[in-house]
T-cell receptor, first 117, second 111 residues
Framework: ETGVTQSPTHLIKTRGQQVTLRCSSQSGHNTVSWYQQALGQGPQFIFQ???????GRGNFPPRFSGLQFPNYSSELNVNALELDDSALYLCASSPPPVAGVAKNIQYFGAGTRLSVL | GDSVTQMEGPVTLSEEAFLTINCTYT??????LFWYVQYPGEGLQLLLKATKADDKGSNKGFEATYRKETTSFHLEKGSVQVSDSAVYFC??????????FGAGTRLTVKP
């Protein structure tokens, strides 16, 4: 069974540019969530996609946007990059919820490390 | 809003020592609780989980009990190994879309 895969692993951009990060969800998982993890901190929730629609969003500006495709893979797009956007971006996929089982069990990819210069 | 507070690190232990990493949470309802581990250069791996009060999650010798009365989910292991060196994150989820993480606790185990 293939786990969550993210690409690229590392990326260097300059301020003002745009970036697209990609994520393939684990087989059988129909929900994808994206997180930003700054150095030395815990992941912060950006948004979640379910059935190709945004299904919840954290406290991130509109220049952070996303897509989910029919095969449940997903993209994170960030426009007008700022220096503070430098972080590890994590994608997580979740299986369909099951009654009586923990809510929102998520399985993470290895992340994309974005550096903005 | 919901939040998680973790014991500040770093934590340094000798091999075979007992480990406790404290975690307390604030939530309006009945969240699910998780511990994730992050090894250097990798993403997060689910270590254990608990769904309701008094549930005990366990995996690879690690345990944590969901304590509603103290709003806590402390991580314990009886005898740590060098290979347990990593960053540990406590997290909660009250809905099916938003997971809140603590700031993480770095554990270093020395031989």
């Amino acid at each position: 069974e293939t786990g969550v895969t993210q690409s690229p692993t590392h990326l260097i951009k300059t301020r003002g540019q745009q970036v697209t990060l990609r994520c393939s969800s684990q087989s059988g998982h129909n929900t994808v969530s994206w997180y930003q993890q700054a150095l030395g901190q815990g992941p912060q929730f950006i948004f979640q996609y379910y059935r190709e629609e945004e299904n919840g969003r954290g406290n991130f500006p509109p220049r952070f946007s996303g897509l989910q495709f029919p095969n449940y893979s997903s993209e994170l797009n960030v426009n007008a990059l700022e220096l503070d956007d430098s972080a590890l971006y994590l994608c997580a996929s979740s299986p369909p919820p099951v009654a009586g089982v923990a809510k929102n069990i998520q399985y993470f990819g290895a992340g994309t490390r974005l550096s903005v210069l | 809003g919901d939040s998680v507070t973790q014991m500040e690190g770093p934590v340094t232990l000798s091999e075979e020592a007992f480990l406790t990493i404290n975690c307390t949470y604030t939530a309006t309802g009945y969240p699910s609780l998780f511990w994730y581990v992050q090894y250097p250069g990798e993403g997060l791996q689910l270590l254990l989980k608990a769904t309701k009060a008094d549930d005990k999650g366990s995996n690879k010798g690690f345990e944590a009990t969901y304590r509603k009365e103290t709003t806590s989910f402390h991580l314990e292991k009886g005898s740590v190994q060098v290979s347990d060196s990593a960053v540990y994150f406590c997290a909660l989820s009250e809905t099916n879309n938003d997971m809140r993480f603590g700031a993480g606790t770095r554990l270093t185990v020395k031989p």
